[in-house]
C-alpha cells in the first residue's frame, strides 16, 4: 500500500505518492496523522543535518488505526525518540539511547504523511479538550518543559529568554507558569507581541546591555552571536539553558563561564505528560502561534513558509 | 617602608627594590610572606589579563605580622577574593562580587614580594604538620576542590581530567578522593608519571578516542582543542567541568552540549579549609610538584621557569 508524504532525498524534499505505508514493527502502531507542525530541525535536515533520508517530520497528531486493542481509534501524539524492543539493555534513558530512531530524524520515517508508525510506548492519548492545533504543539512545548526539569525555577527568579522564534516563544510560555519575571528578548515586533500578551515583558535584542543580572537565561536563538548575548545576561553562580544548536564559525569567548561560575545546561527533548497536561488546563495556548496551514499536497510550501522569518508556525494538514 | 617586590607595570614584570610596603585597612592584616607559587594566572597577566597593575601573585604562605593579637606570629594562608568592609550590602558570595578586589590580580597588591595585606576574614591558619610547601599549594588545591562543591561523584563515576599541567595534577588528585575511576589525559610522560604514583589512571591525549564515556570531564587544559576534547568525551547526561578560561579563536560547535544534554559548570576559586584539611590529614602531598624554586631577587627567572612547559611548581621562597 503506497501513501503521500514529503520524502528527501539527501539533495531535496519532494512530494510523492507512492511512498510505502510503513511497516508496523513489534511493539509498534500504526498512525494515521491528522496534522504535522513544522520545526527548525526539519529545516536543518534540508541542509543535512543527521544525514537523514526518509519522510519528513515529527511532530504531528494523529489517530491509532492499527495496533493494540485498547488504542485503536484513539487521537494520540508520540514522543520522537524510539528503541527496538529487541535492543541491549539501557543504561542511559530512551532519549540518550546509542541504538535509539528519532522519528523523521534519525532511521525512522516521519509524519509528512498519510501514515506513520511509532513504538506504542511512546503514544499519549489527548483529551478531547486539547484540539489537533493544540496537540500539534505537544513536542516542542515538551521540549520547552524539559527546562523545567533540569532547571529548579522559583517564582521570584529573573528569567531571559533570548530568540522569539517558536521554540523561544515556547520556552517562554513554559517559563511564565513558574516565574513572575520572564523577558523574551527578539527582534521581530509581531513575535514580542505574542508573549506580551501573556504576561512576560519582552525586550528588543539591540536595546539588551550585557547586564549580567538573570538568575537563569535560555538560549533560542540558534546563532553564535545570540549565545554571547545570552552568556552575557547570566548573573555569577547562574544558569544558561542551551536549547538551540551552536556552531559558532568565528572565535567564542567562553572565559566569562568560567570567571562567573555559570552553569551551562544542554535541552533537548522533554516530558509530553507535562506539556500535554499544559494544554489541557489552559495554562499555555500556543495556537496563535499558527501563521500559516497548507495540505499536505502542498506540503513544501509549507517548509517554505517555516523557513521564511514572517511565519511563526506552519502546520501541514493531513488527515 | 619599602619592600623588595615583583612589579607589573602593564608592560613588562620587573624586581623592584623600592616598592611601598602595603597599607593595612581596616579589617586587615599586614602579612610577612614566606614562600609564594607561580600560577598560570600570573602569566596570564603578564599578557594583560585583568589589566593588572602592581606587585603580582596570589599563592603563597606567610606569618602575620600586624594585625588583631590573636592573630599575629601565626603562619596563615589567604583567599584572594577580598570585599572592603565598607562594601554595599552583598547579594552575591564573596568571590563574585562586582566590587571586589583579588589579590595579585584585581586591584590589589600581590605576594611576590616581601608583605602583602589581606583582610583578617581571609585568613586560614596552618596547622604545624602542614610544611610551607605544601601550605603554597592552598590555593590551587581549593580550586581543584571547588569542583566537589559544585558536582557530586560517586565512588564508582568514571572521572576523566584533561590537562597534566599544574591545575590538571592538583584536580586530578582531589577527584581521587571521591573516585576509584580518574583518569587524567595529558602530554608529557614526566608529569603523568606524578598522577600514576597517586593511584590516577593516565592516557596520552592522541591516544584518547572520543568516546562520550566518562560521567564527569574536567578541561584544565586552558586550549580550545583540549575543550574540545573534552567535551567529546562526556556521556550522554553527563558533566564537563571547566576550569580553565577558554577563547577559541577559531570555529567551536557547541552542539553536541544540546544533543547529549550535558550539564557544564564553570569552576573557579575553591574552599581553603577543606584543601588544608586535606594537606594536613595527608590526603594529598602536592609537594613532588615543585620543580623549581628560587628567592624572591630571583623572582623574575621563577617567572620564566613557570611559563617553560618543563616545570610544573614553581616556587618563589621569599621569608
Known amino acids: 500500500m503506497s501513501m503521500k508524504a514529503i520524502f528527501f532525498d539527501g539533495n531535496e524534499a519532494t512530494l510523492r505518492e507512492d511512498c510505502p505505508r510503513p511497516a508496523v514493527g513489534p511493539g509498534e502502531a500504526l498512525l494515521k496523522v491528522r496534522t504535522a507542525g513544522v520545526c527548525r530541525t526539519d529545516l536543518e535536515i534540508l541542509k543535512g543535518y543527521m544525514g537523514f533520508r526518509g519522510v519528513m517530520g515529527h511532530e504531528f497528531v494523529g489517530e491509532v488505526v492499527e495496533g493494540p486493542a485498547d488504542w485503536l481509534g484513539r487521537r494520540v501524539v508520540a ?182 561560575e555559570v552553569t551551562v545546561v544542554g535541552s533537548r527533548c522533554g516530558p509530553f505528560d507535562r506539556a500535554m497536561a499544559m494544554l489541557a488546563a489552559g495554562e499555555v495556548d500556543p495556537r496563535d502561534l499558527i501563521t500559516a496551514r497548507h495540505p499536505l499536497a502542498e506540503g513544501l510550501a509549507a517548509l517554505d513558509a517555516a523557513a521564511s522569518g514572517d511565519n511563526i508556525k506552519v502546520l501541514i494538514d493531513v488527515g
Not at 517558536?166 to 509581531?190: K, P
Open 79 to 260: 514522543e520522537i525518540n524510539c528503541l527496538s524492543p529487541d535492543a541491549t539493555p539501557r543504561d542511559l534513558p530512551k532519549n540518550h539511547d546509542p541504538n535509539r530512531t528519532v522519528i523523521g530524524i534519525v532511521g525512522r520515517d516521519g509524519c509528512f504523511a498519510e501514515y506513520v508508525a511509532a513504538p506504542v510506548e511512546n503514544l499519549h492519548a489527548v483529551p478531547d479538550n486539547v484540539d489537533d492545533d493544540a496537540a500539534a504543539f505537544v513536542e516542542p512545548l515538551a521540549a520547552a518543559c524539559r527546562i523545567l526539569e533540569q532547571v529548579s525555577i522559583a517564582s521570584d527568579d529573573r528569567v531571559a529568554v533570548f530568540g522569539d522564534g517558536r521554540l523561544g516563544l515556547l520556552c517562554g510560555m513554559a517559563l511564565r507558569t513558574c516565574s513572575e519575571h520572564v523577558l523574551l528578548v527578539g527582534r521581530h515586533a509581531s513575535k514580542l507581541a505574542l508573549a506580551e500578551k501573556r504576561g512576560i515583558m519582552t525586550a528588543f535584542a539591540e536595546d539588551i546591555a550585557a547586564a549580567a543580572r538573570y538568575d537563569i537565561v535560555v538560549d533560542a536563538t540558534g546563532k553564535a552571536d545570540g549565545f554571547a548575548a545570552a552568556m552575557a545576561a547570566v548573573r555569577p553562580l547562574g544558569t544558561l539553558v542551551l536549547k538551540s544548536t551552536v556552531a559558532a564559525e568565528t572565535g567564542m569567548n567562553l572565559a566569562p563561564l568560567v570567571v562567573n
